[in-house]
């Protein structure tokens, strides 16, 4: 285990966990976060406000998260923000909550479930790399051992790029994420439909129409619950985002907030 360091990575995943919350007693959905062998850190102890003069090294493995708090940037935006019904940040430390209770999900009981599941969900390509910056000034590891690799899944064409993420809902009270992918080139835009264990649904491309989007979305019976940039400074993003408001309320989607 890696105690207290600092961590800077670009390279993290969302594994999803399924366990009994020892608060409420039923059957829960939360997550844990695993990094990437491209992340770095920070030996040196109390190095918040020296981000950029320490020496920073490469983890080179993949590492299991077991607590990351102190001096945070983007974990707010980029995890709790984003899987709202699974972490929550309190006193300075980002928790795996109960999606029913809120409770927190000690790690002592989801750790090996966590990093079973991201050895089998890796391996099927099934896990998705966030590719959001992250740094937070204390973290603690714990390495995964024996050159594991994981496969990436993507679009077959590099050309397309990700600009948002929308959390979604069946009828029937399943979550999971809808990406709406854009190619420049091509003039098209492309869906992602993911459960919520990050398994591919659906896959979809339209030529160069939202509307086409927002009828297959509606088609498939899903409804949008929240909305996210894949990159939250990115004008092209912001660009699909409006574009694709605008095509929802023509479509009569209202908005809840
Ligand atoms: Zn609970």
């Not at 020496?55 to 984003?82: C, H, M, Q, Y």
């Not at 009981?109 to 959001?132: I, P, T």
């Not at 899903?222 to 660009?239: E, I, N, R």
């Amino acid at each position: 285990m890696t105690h207290n360091r600092s961590l800077l990575t670009k390279e993290w995943y969302k594994v999803p966990i399924s366990i009994d919350c020892p608060g409420c007693g039923a059957q829960t959905r939360s997550a844990g976060i695993v990094v990437g062998p491209s992340s770095l850190i920070n030996a040196a102890e109390g190095s918040e406000d020296d981000v950029l003069t320490r020496p920073w090294t490469l983890i080179d493995a993949f590492a299991f998260v077991e607590s990351l708090g102190g001096r945070t940037k983007n974990v707010e935006k980029f995890i709790v923000n984003r899987f709202h019904s699974a972490f929550e940040f309190r006193n300075d430390r980002l928790l795996s909550i109960c999606e029913h209770c809120g409770e927190n999900l000690s790690i002592a009981s989801f750790r090996s479930a966590a990093m079973n599941g991201f050895v089998r969900l890796g391996q099927k390509g099934l896990l998705v790399n966030e590719r959001m910056m992250l740094f937070a000034s204390h973290v603690v590891l714990t390495e995964f051992h024996g050159g594991m690799s994981i496969e990436a899944s993507s679009l077959p064409h590099p050309d397309y790029a990700l600009m948002l993420i929308c959390d979604a809902e069946s009828a029937g009270g399943e979550t999971g994420t809808i990406e709406l992918w854009h190619s420049i080139a091509r003039s098209d835009y492309a869906i992602v439909v993911k459960g919520h264990e990050g398994r591919e649904m659906f896959r979809d491309a339209f030529n160069e129409d939202l509307e086409d989007v927002v009828a297959t979305i509606s088609d498939l019976g899903l409804v949008l619950t929240q909305l996210h940039l894949a990159q939250a400074s990115s004008p092209y993003c912001q660009l699909a985002r409006d574009l694709f408001l605008e095509t929802l309320a023509r479509f009569g989607y209202r908005q809840d907030d």
